[in-house]
Each structure stands twice: as C-alpha cells, then as structure tokens.
C-alpha cells in the first residue's frame, strides 16, 4: 500500500521569508504529484503539480521532486500571512487513481 | 467555468441511518473521486467513477456505495451510519481518470 509522509508541524515561518514544506512517499513507481493547501474548515485546493524530476514554479510557489530519494517539497517564497494553512501531498495510487493523501503540515507565517 | 458543487452542506444523523450526499462535477470532468477526511487527518480515497462505472476502491466496507449520472454528477451513499462515520465528504472530479482533481466545498456529516 503506498504511503505518503509529512511532517504535522506546525512550521512557523517568518513574514517574507521561504517556507520548505517536505513530503516522502514509498512507491517508487508514482509518477505525478500533488500539493493542496487546505484553510480550517474549507476543502483542498490544488496548488501545485509535477510530473518529472526537477523543478516546476509557478509565481512564488516551487515543487521540487527528486524520484531517486524518493521526495517531494514545496517552497513558498516570500511568505504572506494567508499562506499560513494546512498542506496536503498526494500521489496516485489510492485505488485506481484515487489519491493517497500525507497527513498534510501545518504552515504558520507570522506577520 | 462552474467548479464543483456538493450538497447538503451540513448534514446530522442518528446511528443506523442510511445517507445520500450529493456531487455535480466540474464542466468537461467525466471522472468523480469521493473521499472521507476525519479531523486532523488527510483525505482518504472511497472510490472513483469514470463514465458511469465504479473504477476504484479504496480501503471502505461496502456500506460506502455510489453512482454516476450521464451528466457525470454522482452520490455517495452509506448505510447503516456508525458514529466514526463523522467526517468531511469531499467529491473531486477531473478531466478524466489520471488527470488532476479539482475538490468541491465538502458535506460535513454528523452521526449521533
């Protein structure tokens, strides 16, 4: 069964400052993904995905995924108060191409 | 571009009671994933519909039933509703199976 770990937290993180958020997953054969971030109370909203070793940016967000060490992080450049959130990593493999969700981290910017 | 809808929003049951939530995907999705997240935990995966057809479980008892529409909406139904039942049911739905999914608000249940 695949499994995806995160780190619970909660990560503190000054204003401005870069936010590194790591995610580890068991099977070495995913092929994509995902990053959520989930406000209390509200659903997940995709932020982010990557396919291929390397990274992908997408305004102050970058995925960086590295298949050999079988890892996962985003990186949350300049840091905003509304950033502070929980994020979710998931890769398929939940049963068809259901995903399998990490415990998601707690990120906190303080203003 | 409508998002995807879920109704109710809110919903309070007592044990035993049977339950049907409710799932319209987003405009051009034809694949339907419903997850159950309890508090402080990540989404877990039910089930998948792709044109119709069931296309994937996950690890939930048979209880946990569904549908899709030929419109691609879909319902989630439990049976004999148990008290860790409790939980955000989130549906999400994608251009098709494999692709990236898009989640709708959620329907918070209570069991009692």
């Known amino acids: 069964q695949k499994e995806v770990e995160q780190n619970s937290g909660p990560l503190s993180v000054p204003e401005g400052a870069i936010a590194s958020l790591n995610c580890t997953y068991s099977?070495?054969?995913?092929?994509?993904f995902f990053w959520y971030r989930q406000y209390s109370g509200k659903s997940p909203e995709l932020i982010m995905f990557?396919?291929?070793?390397g990274d992908k940016e997408d305004g102050r967000f970058t995925a960086q995924l590295n298949k050999a060490s079988q890892y996962v992080s985003l990186l949350i450049r300049d840091s905003q108060p509304s950033d502070s959130a929980t994020y979710l990593c998931?890769?398929?493999?939940?049963?068809?191409?259901?995903?399998?969700f990490g415990k998601g981290t707690h990120l906190i910017i303080q203003p | 571009e409508t998002g995807v809808t879920q109704s109710p929003t809110h919903l309070i049951k007592t044990r035993g009671q049977q339950v049907t939530l409710r799932c319209s995907s987003q405009s051009g999705h034809n694949t339907v994933s419903w997850y159950q997240q309890a508090l402080g935990q990540g989404p877990q995966f039910i089930f998948q519909?792709?044109?119709?057809?069931?296309?994937g479980r996950g690890n939930f008892p048979p209880r946990f039933s569904g549908l899709q529409f030929p419109n691609y909406s879909s319902e989630l139904n439990v049976n004999a509703l148990e008290l860790d039942d409790s939980a955000l049911y989130l549906c999400a739905s994608s251009l098709a199976s494999g692709y990236e999914q898009y989640f709708g608000p959620g329907t918070r249940l209570t069991v009692t």
């Open positions: 990557i396919y291929s070793n």
């Open positions: 099977d070495r054969g995913s092929q994509s």
């Open positions: 519909y792709y044109r119709e057809e069931e296309n």
């Open positions: 998931a890769v398929p493999g939940g049963g068809a191409d259901g995903l399998t």
